[in-house]
């Protein structure tokens, strides 16, 4: 298997650390889905580190670090999750900071998360896969 400029293949990639014994999460992305993080029931966009794999032959990617601390929730998704009920345009239906921030850390938060997400756009399903991942430090 080759990846390179001209494959025409795109990969996203996210990777991070979490140093509980530091408080602080590093992460690099490479073009993914921006993930959050909710500290005090806010949530706040990760920045981007780069494009995914494939748009050149050579990118690097930077670390970006950030304090967290116990009670942050950490949330990383796939494209499934906001573009559920997209307009024509590509302007995502679902404000998924404002449904993190709103609920509730549980058992089953992804599971309420991706309800509140079907609810907000009226879909009765996703019309793509969805990964919802979240880790919410002790």
Known sequence: FELSKTSGLVITFFAGLV???EGVFTYANAGHNRPFLVHDGKARELALSGPGFGFAESVSYGEESLPIGSGD????????LVEVGAKDDGTPAVDLAAIVERTPWGPDWNRR???AALAATGMEHFEDDVTLMAARIC
Do not use: Q, R, S
């Open 113 to 115: 998360v991706m309800e």
């Open 19 to 21: 140093d509980i014994a």
């Open 73 to 80: 929730i950490l949330a990383l998704f796939t494209d499934g």
